[in-house]
């Protein structure tokens, strides 16, 4: 069975400064990997995913993130942060497309300050 | 965009007392949808797999007579809280998986209270 770790249950960052969001995960096979965004009393919003290919994956609203095999990790990372990214942050893992199922990590909530 | 409609996203209901959530894909099939819990800053629990034309696949611990899942078209399916309790209270999300783009999209959520 998979599982997802996000170490990071807050995250305060000044506005305009870089942030990281750590996600490891554990599998015993390959697995396809995403993050995404919750704001407040809403559903999720996909930011990115890796399913194959290239390791550094690009998303929306200027959000990055890095598979890394080795270190089983997937941390998402954006240079300058705004005020509007204040939301919660889960990182998602499925072992394969016949089970379907995501298992979702327990989320960091980033928050800008001014 | 592949786009999932949850209705109604809010709900406040008598103790003993039966809620329905739907749960829309507006511009494409769903042949599976996803039904999850999420308690107030939690991640989310995912509670059920809805198959068009099938049971429901419930996960460990969850009641499969209280939480009624019900997939009978392409585009629709809903979770039917039966006999509610203030401890069902919770944000309840649904997903569906999009086949083009591999991707799972989610409803917007429904705020279950039950009083």
């Known amino acids: 069975a998979q599982s997802v770790t996000q170490l990071d249950s807050q995250v305060p960052v000044f506005e305009e400064a870089p942030v990281e969001l750590r996600c490891n995960y554990s599998?015993?096979?390959?697995?396809?990997l995403f993050w995404y965004v919750q704001y407040p009393n809403q559903g999720l919003q996909l930011l990115l995913k890796y399913l194959s290919g290239s390791t550094l994956v690009k998303g929306i609203n200027g959000f990055e993130a890095e598979f890394n095999k080795s270190q089983t990790s997937f941390h998402l990372r954006k240079p300058s942060v705004h005020i509007s990214d204040t939301a919660e942050y889960f990182c998602?893992?499925?072992?394969?497309?016949?089970?379907?199922?995501?298992?979702f990590g327990t989320g960091t909530r980033l928050t800008i300050i001014p | 965009g592949a786009v999932v409609s949850q209705h109604p996203s809010r709900v406040i209901c008598k103790s003993g007392t039966s809620v329905k959530i739907e749960c829309r894909s507006l511009?494409?099939?769903?042949?599976?949808m996803f039904w999850y819990r999420q308690f107030p800053k939690q991640s989310l629990m995912l509670m059920a797999t809805s198959n068009e034309g099938s049971k429901a696949t419930y996960e460990q611990g969850v009641e499969k007579d209280k939480f009624l899942i019900n997939h009978a078209s392409l585009t629709l399916s809903t979770l039917t809280v039966t006999s509610a309790h203030p401890e069902d209270s919770s944000f309840y999300i649904c997903?569906?998986?999009?086949?083009?783009?591999?991707?799972?999209?989610f409803g917007s959520g429904t705020r279950l209270t039950v009083v």
């Open positions: 998602a893992v499925s072992e394969n497309f016949g089970n379907e199922k995501l298992t």
């Open positions: 599998s015993s096979v390959s697995v396809y």
């Open positions: 511009d494409f099939q769903a042949t599976t």
């Open positions: 997903s569906a998986r999009s086949q083009g783009n591999y991707g799972y999209t």
